[in-house]
């Protein structure tokens, strides 16, 4: 009997937990992966699953709607998530993970199981499958080659958005008698470092950054700034106040020196176990790597900052999914081709490696004979699929997983988080009544 094979593109998050998905229910995988022989401008390591942007997954709560997503994959036995909880670090009500030990423990989880077949080879050309079924986990940072293909076969012309990541500095080298620990509302542990600021040092901040220079964009790059991770620039220069509603919102923070909320703070969040390493939370830029020294130096506590990496800014490309494809990422036109992760409009970490998982339980499912796993958007699972395949939208936009998306409960409740955790209670119920 032949045995059943399925095609996988890319080994970031989605790829991996897509290919994982399938191995597990004994199907045959073979993973197309560019690297080493190749790399996207913002990857550096040789190993699968790299987290580019930020080693945070965001909240682990389930009254918040990417913490009920993490608890739904862990039901359904996620390899990102055991690798992540495995490889987690103090990050308050978050949970984040030391990014080295994390993509080092997928790579080793992928390479080593028997089904599935790793092939370090760059993919242009989908039509190389012929009629058998391929998953397009290709990530936000598709290279050149297939972004042209994908193009082709989708008819889509505008297929890209831009993102960017934050900077990393030496723990060692902030200056603590100007900073402090404290998590926001007292979530969690102490775990982030808060860089307070008077209104006279905002103030000189904001100038020098409204003014700094930016690494120059090509005409193609232009107005095209995802919403969800947008440039510290890019958002200073929308209104002077607007960073005070953003990563510089200092409600929720007390300065133990002076016993009151700042008017702004900065905050870092740990890169690694040992607390060696941290990066500037919601930092992400584009400015030239001098710039970013010279304004960012201006932060109270990282006057003499080491920068381990500069913020950097990439291409990211998805497709205009609710008109290409169905709610089990299949192609509607050719449903052989199937989709995972940022490419279908997915945004985020965690929302990413749910759809690579459930592309890959569908395809299992499917491949098997059996009925597909029918997910509403009574579970966060379900809702972020409906969304990707059926938003009523002329603009689609890359969304994070949210309550707005799912299901309401059909009743009042005023207390919001109370209202969350019910909604998440009955997604979970949901999700092992499934089975899955």
Not at 206 to 224: D, W
Not at 417 to 429: D, V
Request: proline fraction near 4%.
């Amino acid at each position: 009997m032949q045995k059943k094979k399925v095609n996988v593109i890319g080994a970031g998050l989605a790829g991996c937990e897509c290919a994982w998905q399938l191995a597990k229910r004994g199907i045959h995988v073979r993973l197309y992966e560019m690297k080493p022989k190749k790399k996207s401008p913002a990857h550096q390591s040789d190993n699968f699953a790299e987290l580019v942007c930020s080693n945070s997954l965001r909240s682990d709560r389930i009254c918040n709607a990417v913490g009920l997503l993490k608890q739904e994959m862990r039901l359904m036995d996620s390899l990102i998530m055991r690798i992540a909880d495995k490889n987690s670090v103090a990050a308050g009500g978050a949970l984040a993970v030391n990014r080295k030990d994390f993509s080092k423990d997928i790579t080793e989880e992928i390479t080593s199981c028997e089904l599935i077949e790793v092939v370090h080879e760059e993919v242009t050309d989908l039509s190389m499958f012929g009629d058998e079924i391929v998953i397009v986990a290709s990530g936000p940072l598709t290279s050149e080659a297939l972004f042209c293909d994908i193009s082709r076969i989708t008819g889509e012309e505008q297929l890209h958005f831009f993102d960017a990541a934050a900077p990393i500095i030496s723990a060692d080298s902030i200056n603590m008698e100007r900073a402090f620990f404290a998590s926001r509302y007292e979530h969690g542990g102490n775990d982030y470092v808060n860089c307070p600021m008077t209104r006279e040092e905002y103030e000189a901040f904001y100038t020098a950054l409204v003014g700094a220079e930016c690494a120059q964009l090509r005409e193609f790059e232009q107005n095209s700034v995802f919403e969800g991770c947008m440039p510290i620039e890019t958002m200073a220069g929308r209104g002077h106040d607007t960073m005070l509603f953003g990563p510089l919102k200092p409600k929720g923070l007390y300065d133990p020196q002076t016993g009151k909320e700042p008017f702004a703070v900065v905050q870092l969040r740990r890169e690694d176990e040992k607390g060696s390493m941290y990066n500037i939370v919601g930092f992400q830029t584009h400015l030239k790597f001098p710039e970013q020294k010279r304004v960012f130096g201006m932060i109270p506590a990282l006057e003499n900052a080491e920068f381990l990496r500069y913020g950097v800014m990439h291409r990211n490309t998805f497709l205009n999914s609710p008109r290409l494809l169905d709610r089990y990422y299949r192609l509607k036109k050719n449903p052989a081709i199937r989709f995972a992760g940022q490419i279908t409009g997915v945004e985020g970490y965690i929302e990413s490696a749910s759809s690579g998982m459930m592309a890959g339980i569908f395809t299992a499912y499917e491949l098997q004979g059996k009925p597909l796993p029918q997910l509403g958007d009574d579970t966060a699972s379900g809702a972020l699929a409906a969304h990707v395949s059926g938003a009523v939208t002329s603009n689609f936009q890359p969304m994070n997983i949210n309550f707005g998306i799912m299901q309401p409960l059909g009743k009042k409740i005023r207390n919001k988080e109370e209202k969350n955790t019910q909604i998440a209670q009955r997604a979970l119920r949901n999700i092992e009544e499934a089975g899955i």
